[in-house]
């Protein structure tokens, strides 16, 4: 079987008992013709069935669960204007502080960790009507060292990471909307090798209080859905300003589901790219990806050559910045982390300030010389990770067609739009111009609607 644009899948693409998107269960909530704890109850059933095998879940908390949906559905029936996520599970990465109820960050020496408040993003979905269902695994203080979770199409393979729990929970129907955050590729990556979407914003735009800080410079909180409707619903809800978050600012909330669901007035241009590491992706990517782009006539877009070097400007920013931020986790049990973290906050206590500071400076010179090739086109094509989720579980999969937009903080988003000779999913990644979240997401939008309408022929 060559490898070949897929149709895009309905929210049930492995089982999901959901049956309806994340948009279409929100309607039908707030309208009462779906009772939130009816919702709930299928999520959790879902997860019992399921979980053993995935084993997306750090922690679940039924009651605690049952008893939100249960007041969502008695707010409603007394009149109560619905919130925008009324009645909605969400899953939670396990760097996202909940207070009362553990946030361990996939580390040893956080078991048992329970935060006093919730991060800035939890109180906006539970102000919003969610319901918080769980938290999901994440890889070792959201770096590589992989967590238990599998790939729901393929045990035998990884889910990626280190959003690896939200991505599989979305991808198996456990939970309709899910919470990641990406400092390389921990978004847009799990979401390709699992077959669902990934959503990362401009960076900034979703405040990070009480979340794990390990790259200040570069963490990046995302959405995970069955389809950009639903990524842009849930994405929509946490964009704003937090003054305890000086990355973000105070400016107008855009309208990303509008953006999704409406029609442009004409197709988005599009510029395939091909980041350095091309050459190295799997041929299946490559044949799919350029196919891709063929039907939808994109032009070929060159990089600038500022881009050359994007990979190593963002590890050094990372690694200097995780350095920093885990000394406690060193001082508290070295031999207790895993050796990729270990590695990592090691490197980056070698690297010098005028090294960190050369990286923050090329960081800036990619930017600027990016912004011509973000005029010229409503968003770039790209590879979402360089093939299908690799087998074995040991690994978290290769970051390298997503760190670059991290480092540029440029908004992306991957679309489950094809498939690996394997049959394994494969992520198209969109990529737009910082702050240009809206266009991004119109031109996603177009492209889903193209590709279903084509039966996978986008």
């Not at 350095?276 to 490559?286: C, H, I, N, T």
């Not at 979240?437 to 031109?443: E, F, H, R, T």
Request: net charge negative.
């Amino acid at each position: 079987m060559s490898p070949e644009t897929r149709p895009a899948p309905r929210p049930a693409a492995l089982g999901d008992p959901l049956e309806d998107g994340a948009l279409a269960l929100r309607d039908r909530l707030a309208s009462g013709a779906l009772g939130a704890e009816t919702l709930i109850d299928r999520c959790l059933a879902r997860i019992v069935a399921r979980e053993p095998e995935v084993r997306a879940w750090a922690s679940v908390d039924p009651d605690r669960a049952r008893a939100e949906a249960r007041r969502a559905d008695v707010d409603r029936a007394a009149g109560a204007a619905p919130g925008p996520l009324h009645g909605l599970p969400v899953g939670l990465k396990d760097i996202v502080d909940t207070a009362r109820t553990p946030t361990e960050n996939g580390c040893r020496l956080d078991a048992g960790r329970i935060p006093d408040r919730d991060a800035w993003i939890v109180a906006r979905l539970r102000a919003a009507g969610a319901v918080i269902l769980g938290k999901t695994v994440t890889t070792e203080l959201a770096y590589l060292h992989p967590g238990p979770t599998r790939n729901p199409h393929d045990p035998r393979h990884t889910p990626g990471g280190s959003s690896s729990g939200s991505a599989a929970a979305v991808a198996d129907g456990h939970v309709p909307l899910a919470v990641g955050t990406q400092t390389g590729g921990s978004v847009i990556r799990p979401a390709s090798f699992c077959g669902v979407v990934g959503f990362k914003p401009s960076f900034g735009a979703i405040p990070r209080t009480g979340v794990l800080v390990q790259s200040p410079s570069l963490d990046t909180i995302g959405t995970f859905a069955a389809d950009p409707a639903g990524a842009a619903l849930l994405a929509e809800v946490l964009f704003g300003h937090d003054p305890g978050d000086r990355a973000t600012a105070d400016r107008p909330r855009p309208g990303l589901v509008a953006a999704v669901e409406t029609a442009p007035q004409r197709p988005p241009v599009l510029g395939l790219v091909q980041p350095p590491g091309w050459d190295e992706a799997d041929p299946d990517m490559r044949g799919a990806l350029t196919d891709l782009a063929r039907s939808l006539g994109a032009r070929t877009v060159a990089l600038p050559p500022e881009a050359a070097d994007a990979a190593l400007h963002r590890q050094t920013i990372n690694f200097a910045e995780m350095a920093r931020h885990f000394a406690r986790y060193m001082e508290a049990g070295r031999d207790r982390l895993g050796a990729e973290t270990l590695a990592a906050i090691e490197a980056g206590r070698a690297i010098p300030e005028a090294d960190y500071c050369a990286a923050l400076a090329a960081r800036a010179a990619l930017i600027a010389a990016l912004a011509p090739t973000f005029s010229a086109c409503d968003a770039l094509l790209c590879p979402a990770a360089p093939g299908p989720a690799p087998e074995g579980l040991g690994s978290t999969g290769d970051s390298i067609f997503n760190g670059i937009w991290t480092l540029c903080g440029a908004p992306a988003i991957t679309l489950p739009l094809l498939s690996a000779s394997s049959g394994l999913p494969m992520g198209a990644q969109l990529v737009a111009g910082p702050g240009d979240d809206a266009g991004l997401l119109s031109a996603a939008g177009w492209l889903w609607r193209r590709a279903a309408e084509r039966g996978g022929a986008a």
